[in-house]
């Protein structure tokens, strides 16, 4: 049985860093990619940023470009997304998803997910 778990959200000020993580396990960690995206009430879900299986390739949505770092560590099955400089519009609840090949920007691709860790990022 497939689960992914996030953690490390929470309530922060705008300028402010945080690091969120996410935890799989049922499933051949290191042949999957990784994926980060997050959902704002009322909002679709939006891509936010992807890692590849090999780990040299990263993807990143335009509005966190420059500010969050996606990253993995096979050994621990584990992938993070390092958020900095963040602001208001960075409020949402972000999930960690997974799937074989290649990394895409569409929720509907991705087979596995995690749950969501609320990030809330104040003015």
């Known amino acids: 049985q497939v689960q992914l778990v996030e953690s490390g959200g929470g309530l922060v000020q705008a300028g402010d860093s945080l690091s969120v993580a996410c935890v799989a396990s049922?499933?051949?960690?290191?042949?999957?990619?990784m994926g980060w995206f997050r959902q704002a009430p009322g909002k679709e879900r939006e891509f936010v940023a992807g890692?590849?299986?090999?780990?040299?390739?990263?993807y990143y949505g335009d509005s966190v470009k420059g500010r969050f770092t996606i990253s993995r560590d096979n050994a621990k099955s584990t992938v993070y997304l390092q958020m900095n400089s963040l602001k208001p519009d960075d409020t949402a609840l972000y999930f960690c998803?997974?799937?074989?090949?290649?990394?895409?920007?569409?929720?509907?691709?991705?087979?596995?997910w995690g749950q969501g860790t609320q990030v809330t990022v104040s003015s």
């Open positions: 998803a997974a799937r074989l090949w290649a990394v895409t920007t569409t929720p509907s691709d991705y087979g596995y």
């Open positions: 049922g499933l051949t960690f290191s042949r999957y990619v």
């Open positions: 890692l590849r299986w090999t780990g040299g390739a990263t």
